[in-house]
């Protein structure tokens, strides 16, 4: 008995927010929430809110940078990173809620809870938006308290920060950035700004396989690429469709996609009719960003423009489908066919990434790719999503820093804190399952940004993020009939497509507990590490030698899918195809789990959403040797190095192997469906 209540005494004391009156623990997820007007114009909050009259930008970007002139912008954005109440109690609780060996295990909060518990103060919050909404600028809340968005001309941007704005010249790139450090005419709770430096930019993770061809309905023997039933056979999507006669193909579940670029409501329909899918019975739906946002953000980001087909202008005017968000979308909604899909998409239609005059309307428009953050805030905001596939990211050494707002390292118990490692443990607090792509460059991750990492080992920012889960890419050989037609490989060296299943390292981010220990050497002298966080976790088709079919350009209602330029097919490989592939498998298991007393209960009563699991990385580690073998398809052969740039094959960059078990270049392997919804909810 004593060393029960010496655990319960353990797991409160990481949670300080937890109160104890008396023999009477009240948590603050039974206290009365506080809900002020998060999306209304600010009012006056009496009192000064513990501040800081600067904050870090990313400033460091600016070393070796050229100093073109200033610049003339019109409308600039940024994200204001709030000082929080307990950030560290955030990634503390998100861990407990995903860890099934936790008290508070699947005991997930609301978006307002987290605000009470964890966010900025109320009051901070308020004063803040005061102080920008007083400068000229418009505002955009979230009820999570956790980032402010800012919008405004560049004259009152200045004035609200204390500076001014320059063209600067490094490494080939153009970009705009303060010519001094930015601060406040009084003190804010703000801990950095986000979006001051434009010098980094986030990339989409996709290489075309198949070449694009004029869609005229194919059937589903068609070969360009895998269509979705060679990937549910293959992976066994098709023994969970089948699971007691009413499971599982996504009913009841949503998942979330983290919008890059625009999609037309007629490719989904055009995909199911081709591939003969007619009994899907879930949706797809574009979330505009600002659409939920009525009140109080009429500038900034906007609803996106309407989509057109291929074209050589620039946006609003031209804006071509993105290859990628059709990708997102067709994978889920067919390897899922009866969940909802909801595509986010934030467009801010003047970011100013060149040098020159920029009036106000006249910059250079950002669509899906550039305003992640965004997207991401309002997923946690909405709280409707129950698992997010992502396919993006950038370089971890190019993107971290000690003063970058949005991934700050080191810093905190993980290794790093910001706005990035916040928002995704919101998402696992809230008990949202986050799949990003790895990336497509091996174990050579800043490859595809130049400058001085690009030969380094370096892996892939977000996916490596102690929340999320990394998705690796594989070469998969199968057949007409759905049966592999051969063995699993790693994608890498063995197709020559200059790409690889991204996979490596951390060098900041710290190994949480559930992943392996050891230091992952695959050869006598290879780079190895036994501290920092591994990649990928599992692994799904990605080479574009063996692509996915994807449709584009579908302008109207299949089979005509006039508009747009004429519909075409093709095929797209990358971890891109791997991410939404396994989004739409959490969601079949996130079905059985809802169907099954036993496990939609296993949450704590009156906790919003119980039949979601969390972090799925958790749960997946913690398998038994038993299960895992059954689960997953171990990937033994195949190395996920490539050429370093401006070279050729046989000559290769630093990668890992594939090995049994647990290896850096797959991960734990390719999971089943079936079987991995046996392994975790029992059925």
Same mark, same amino acid.
């Given at each position: 008995?004593?060393?029960?209540?010496?655990?319960i005494?353990f797991?409160?004391?990481?949670?300080?927010?937890?109160?104890?009156?008396?023999?009477?623990?009240?948590?603050?997820?039974?206290?009365p929430?506080?809900?002020?007007p998060?999306f209304?114009?600010?009012?006056?909050?009496?009192?000064?809110?513990?501040?800081?009259?600067?904050?870090?930008y990313?400033?460091?970007?600016?070393h070796?940078?050229?100093?073109?002139?200033?610049?003339?912008?019109?409308l600039v954005?940024?994200?204001?990173?709030?000082?929080?109440?307990?950030?560290?109690?955030?990634?503390?609780?998100?861990?407990l809620a995903?860890?099934?060996?936790?008290?508070?295990?699947?005991?997930?909060l609301?978006?307002?809870?987290?605000?009470?518990?964890?966010?900025?103060?109320?009051?901070?919050?308020?004063?803040?938006?005061?102080?920008?909404?007083?400068q000229?600028?418009?505002?955009?809340?979230?009820?999570?308290?956790?980032?402010?968005?800012?919008?405004?001309?560049?004259?009152?941007?200045?004035?609200?920060?204390?500076?001014?704005?320059?063209?600067?010249r490094?490494?080939?790139?153009?970009?705009?950035?303060?010519?001094?450090i930015?601060?406040?005419?009084?003190?804010l709770?703000?801990?950095g700004?986000?979006?001051?430096?434009?010098?980094?930019?986030?990339?989409?993770?996709?290489?075309?396989?198949?070449?694009?061809?004029?869609?005229?309905?194919?059937g589903?023997?068609f070969?360009?690429?895998?269509?979705?039933?060679?990937?549910?056979?293959?992976?066994d999507?098709?023994?969970?469709?089948?699971?007691?006669?009413?499971?599982?193909?996504?009913?009841?579940?949503?998942?979330g996609?983290?919008?890059?670029?625009?999609?037309?409501?007629?490719?989904?329909?055009?995909?199911?009719s081709?591939?003969?899918l007619?009994?899907?019975?879930?949706?797809?739906?574009?979330?505009?960003?600002?659409?939920?946002?009525?009140?109080?953000?009429?500038?900034?980001?906007?609803?996106?423009p309407?989509v057109?087909?291929?074209?050589?202008?620039?946006?609003?005017?031209?804006?071509?489908?993105?290859?990628?968000?059709?990708?997102?979308t067709?994978?889920?909604?067919?390897l899922?066919?009866?969940?909802?899909?909801?595509f986010?998409?934030?467009?801010?239609?003047?970011?100013c990434?060149?040098?020159?005059?920029?009036? *106000?309307?006249?910059?250079?428009?950002?669509?899906?790719?550039?305003?992640?953050?965004?997207?991401l805030?309002?997923?946690?905001?909405?709280?409707?999503a129950?698992?997010?596939?992502?396919?993006?990211?950038?370089?971890?050494?190019d993107?971290?820093?000690?003063?970058?707002p949005?991934?700050t390292?080191p810093?905190?118990?993980?290794?790093?804190?910001?706005?990035?490692?916040?928002?995704f443990?919101?998402l696992?607090?809230?008990?949202?399952?986050?799949?990003?792509?790895?990336?497509?460059?091996?174990?050579?991750?800043?490859?595809?940004?130049?400058?001085?990492?690009?030969?380094?080992?370096?892996?892939s920012y977000?996916?490596?993020?102690?929340?999320?889960?990394?998705?690796?890419?594989?070469?998969?050989?199968?057949?007409?009939?759905?049966?592999l037609?051969?063995l699993?490989?790693?994608?890498?060296?063995?197709?020559?497509?200059?790409?690889?299943?991204?996979?490596?390292?951390s060098?900041?981010?710290?190994?949480?507990?559930?992943?392996?220990?050891?230091?992952?050497?695959?050869?006598?002298?290879?780079?190895?590490?036994?501290?920092?966080?591994?990649?990928?976790?599992?692994s799904?088709?990605?080479?574009?030698?063996?692509?996915?079919?994807v449709?584009?350009?579908?302008?109207?209602?299949?089979?005509?899918?006039?508009?747009?330029?004429?519909?075409l097919?093709?095929?797209?490989?990358?971890?891109?195809?791997?991410?939404?592939?396994?989004?739409?498998?959490?969601?079949?298991?996130?079905?059985?789990?809802?169907?099954?007393?036993?496990?939609?209960?296993?949450?704590w009563?009156?906790?919003?959403?119980?039949?979601?699991?969390?972090?799925p990385?958790?749960?997946?580690y913690?398998?038994?040797?038993?299960?895992?073998?059954?689960?997953?398809?171990?990937?033994v052969?195949?190395?996920?190095?490539?050429?370093?740039?401006?070279?050729?094959?046989?000559?290769?960059?630093?990668g890992?192997?594939?090995? *049994?078990?647990?290896?850096?270049?797959?991960?734990?392997?390719?999971?089943?469906?079936?079987?991995?919804?046996?392994?975790l909810?029992?059925?």
């Amino acid at each position: 008995m004593k060393r029960w209540l010496s655990c319960i005494a353990f797991f409160l004391a990481a949670l300080p927010s937890v109160a104890l009156a008396g023999n009477t623990i009240t948590p603050y997820w039974e206290r009365p929430i506080e809900r002020p007007p998060i999306f209304a114009p600010p009012t006056t909050v009496g009192g000064l809110a513990r501040g800081v009259f600067s904050a870090p930008y990313g400033g460091e970007d600016l070393h070796g940078a050229q100093y073109i002139g200033p610049a003339q912008l019109g409308l600039v954005s940024v994200n204001v990173v709030m000082q929080m109440r307990d950030e560290i109690g955030l990634q503390r609780y998100a861990m407990l809620a995903s860890s099934p060996q936790s008290l508070y295990y699947r005991r997930f909060l609301t978006p307002e809870q987290i605000a009470d518990s964890f966010g900025a103060s109320a009051s901070d919050y308020e004063i803040a938006k005061q102080y920008f909404w007083s400068q000229g600028l418009a505002i955009r809340a979230w009820k999570q308290r956790e980032v402010l968005r800012v919008v405004g001309p560049q004259a009152a941007m200045e004035r609200a920060f204390g500076t001014r704005f320059g063209w600067y010249r490094k490494n080939g790139v153009t970009f705009y950035a303060p010519t001094t450090i930015p601060h406040f005419t009084r003190p804010l709770a703000v801990r950095g700004i986000g979006g001051m430096v434009t010098y980094r930019h986030f990339r989409k993770h996709f290489d075309v396989g198949a070449p694009f061809t004029p869609y005229q309905g194919a059937g589903s023997g068609f070969e360009i690429g895998y269509s979705w039933f060679q990937l549910a056979a293959a992976f066994d999507y098709t023994g969970a469709y089948n699971l007691n006669g009413t499971c599982c193909k996504g009913d009841g579940i949503t998942i979330g996609i983290i919008g890059t670029g625009p999609i037309s409501a007629f490719d989904v329909p055009a995909y199911r009719s081709t591939f003969g899918l007619t009994s899907a019975t879930g949706s797809v739906s574009q979330v505009n960003v600002t659409a939920n946002m009525a009140c109080c953000y009429s500038t900034g980001l906007a609803t996106p423009p309407p989509v057109t087909g291929p074209c050589g202008g620039s946006l609003p005017g031209c804006n071509p489908e993105d290859n990628e968000a059709q990708l997102d979308t067709e994978q889920t909604s067919s390897l899922a066919p009866n969940a909802s899909v909801n595509f986010y998409l934030a467009y801010n239609p003047n970011e100013c990434f060149q040098p020159g005059p920029c009036a *106000p309307g006249a910059g250079t428009p950002a669509l899906g790719i550039a305003e992640t953050d965004d997207e991401l805030q309002q997923i946690a905001n909405d709280n409707v999503a129950d698992v997010v596939s992502g396919s993006y990211g950038i370089g971890e050494l190019d993107f971290a820093s000690p003063s970058n707002p949005i991934l700050t390292c080191p810093s905190g118990p993980t290794g790093c804190a910001g706005a990035d490692p916040t928002v995704f443990a919101t998402l696992a607090a809230e008990g949202i399952a986050v799949f990003i792509s790895s990336g497509d460059t091996g174990a050579s991750g800043c490859q595809r940004d130049g400058g001085a990492n690009a030969e380094k080992l370096c892996v892939s920012y977000p996916s490596g993020d102690i929340n999320v889960v990394s998705v690796g890419g594989t070469t998969t050989p199968i057949g007409n009939n759905g049966r592999l037609a051969g063995l699993i490989t790693t994608w890498g060296v063995q197709t020559q497509t200059f790409g690889g299943g991204g996979g490596g390292f951390s060098s900041v981010i710290k190994r949480p507990g559930f992943e392996p220990t050891g230091s992952f050497c695959t050869s006598t002298g290879s780079p190895c590490d036994s501290t920092h966080r591994l990649q990928p976790d599992l692994s799904l088709n990605a080479d574009p030698a063996t692509s996915d079919t994807v449709i584009i350009n579908c302008g109207s209602a299949p089979p005509g899918c006039s508009g747009l330029g004429g519909a075409l097919i093709g095929g797209i490989g990358g971890t891109s195809a791997s991410a939404p592939g396994m989004a739409a498998m959490w969601a079949l298991v996130l079905e059985a789990c809802k169907q099954t007393a036993a496990c939609a209960t296993r949450s704590w009563s009156g906790t919003p959403h119980p039949y979601r699991l969390g972090n799925p990385a958790p749960l997946l580690y913690a398998l038994s040797g038993t299960q895992k073998a059954s689960t997953f398809y171990d990937i033994v052969y195949g190395l996920n190095a490539v050429p370093p740039l401006g070279s050729n094959y046989p000559t290769l960059d630093a990668g890992y192997s594939a090995r *049994p078990g647990y290896d850096l270049a797959t991960g734990l392997g390719a999971p089943f469906a079936r079987n991995l919804i046996k392994a975790l909810v029992g059925i």
